[in-house]
Antibody
Framework: EVQMVESGGGLVKPGGSLRLSCEAS????????MNWVRQAPGKGLEWVSS????????NYADSVKGRFTISRDNAKNSLVLQMSSLRAEDTAVYYC?????????????????????WGQGTLVTVSS | DIQMTQSPSTLSASVGDSVTITCRASQSINTWLAWYQQTPGKAPKVLIY???SLESGVPSRFSGSGSGTEFTLTISSLQPDDFATYYC?????????FGLGTKLEIK
């Protein structure tokens, strides 16, 4: 059974830092792009960051670029989001999501990605 | 960035009805579109990918169509479990973007 369990959420003051972790099991972790998607209270979904299967390519939303760092350890089946300079608007449930990469058959371009499996989420609250 | 615009934001319907939700992209995304369902307190679940491909295990009353900039999600013969919030998402290019969601409510 595919499972992803997030941890590390909590209450932090503006300007502070937090490290989120996602432990994955039930699938070959090293074969998948992994992602963080967040949802502010009562709001919609916002993609935060993606990391390629091998860990060499990372992408970030503009709203977190320069403040958040995504990383992974394929030997430990783990995904991490290091968050710094936190702001009130970063308050959200953070989901770890597995990504399926599709390929354009005409151009061979990779299309990242569809989120096919999700963790249960961890709540981050930024408040003084 | 590609903006995704969903309509309506709220939809009221009854069990047994058919409903359609629309998603428009600010530029062409070919068919690189997914639809998700989310119920309160739960993580989203993918229903459709590549605009019209049904995810394994998803009931056939869910269907998707469209290409380019205009897409639809249709749910036929609504069941009680279908009352939820639905999101579209483009994966044509980074940053990956979602629509704001459509809340499907019981009439």
């Amino acid at each position: 059974e595919v499972q992803m369990v997030e941890s590390g959420g909590g209450l932090v003051k503006p300007g502070g830092s937090l490290r989120l972790s996602c432990e994955a099991s039930g699938f070959i972790f090293s074969r998948y792009t992994m992602n963080w998607v967040r949802q502010a209270p009562g709001k919609g979904l916002e993609w935060v960051s993606s990391i390629s299967s091998g860990g060499s390519d990372m992408n970030y939303a503009d709203s977190v670029k320069g403040r958040f760092t995504i990383s992974r350890d394929n030997a430990k089946n783990s995904l991490v989001l290091q968050m710094s300079s936190l702001r009130a608007e970063d308050t959200a449930v953070y989901y770890c999501a597995r990504g399926i990469t599709y390929y354009d058959l005409l151009t061979s371009r990779p299309l990242d990605c569809v989120f096919d499996q999700w963790g249960q989420g961890t709540l981050v609250t930024v408040s003084s | 960035d590609i903006q995704m615009t969903q309509s309506p934001s709220t939809l009221s319907a009854s069990v047994g009805d058919s409903v359609t939700i629309t998603c428009r992209a600010s530029q062409s995304i070919n068919t690189w579109l997914a639809w998700y369902q989310q119920t309160p307190g739960k993580a989203p679940k993918v229903l459709i990918y590549k605009a019209s491909s049904l995810e394994s295990g998803v009931p056939s009353r869910f269907s998707g169509s469209g290409s380019g900039t205009e897409f639809t999600l249709t749910i036929s013969s609504l069941q009680p479990d279908d009352f939820a919030t639905y999101y579209c998402q483009q994966y044509n290019s980074f940053p990956l973007t979602f629509g704001l969601g459509t809340k499907l409510e019981i009439k």
